[in-house]
């Protein structure tokens, strides 16, 4: 490979990395209205934005996709380009899943504005899990940016976090049923949330695990915490 033709490359592999970061950054920025939508539930112009962002969201990752296939025709990569390439291919579709993710917690969060008898599950329990999904988010994409597998492992271990949040919502949704039949539909739109909230947490986990196999060459999508940390530690 010519000099000319590695500084092109090489310009490529940093445009579709750039991508991915701001590609992240709407996601990251989405969940945020999403919380706001979840605290308060009563901005129209707030849920307008949030479907409008997320088409861009769609775009950016075909565009990202194309890029990536146009690399491996054209360059042809192999060894650790062509595990970022193909980790990067990941790493958009776990975000444009978060997009939508994100995008029903929204709109199932405006339709239950008017549940009063919910509102502690909705602006506490679920905006709590919501913001620890977006913490994780947040540290699996900087794990990304700066090639970190320790913190893309600490990211891993949150997930457990995210998890005890989505258990404790469907034990007050159920109590809430239980006590009043008229709480059953809004209770169950708030279940959808819940488990919106907790697949963004799995993806955000899926981009942490993307990432230690791109650094440590180990597929580590079935291996425990412990077997990750060992995996990160091997020099």
Known sequence: MSEHTHKQFDAEMDSIRTGVLAMGGLTETQL???IEVLKDGDDRGLLDRIGSVE????????????????IIA???????????????????????????EVKKIAYKAGQT???VRLLQVRHFTATRAAERAGT??????????????????????HDKEVD????????????????DPRNITSALEIVFVAKSIERIGDHAKNIAEAVVQLVKGTDVRHASVAEIRAEVAKE
């Open 74 to 100: 054209k360059r042809q990569p192999a060894a650790i380009d062509l595990r970022m390439i193909l980790t990067i291919t990941k790493i958009v579709n776990d975000l444009e899943r978060v997009g939508d």
């Open 164 to 179: 005890v949040a989505f258990a404790e919502m469907l034990r007050q949704l159920v109590s809430y049923m239980m006590e």
């Open 55 to 70: 088409q861009e969201i769609n775009a950016a990752q075909v565009d990202i996709d194309q890029q990536c296939s146009q």
């Open 136 to 157: 994780m988010l947040q540290l699996a994409l900087d794990a990304f940016a700066r090639l970190d597998p320790l913190a893309a492992t600490e990211v891993i271990e």
């Open 113 to 115: 504005r008017d549940a």
């Open 32 to 34: 945020a209205r999403a």
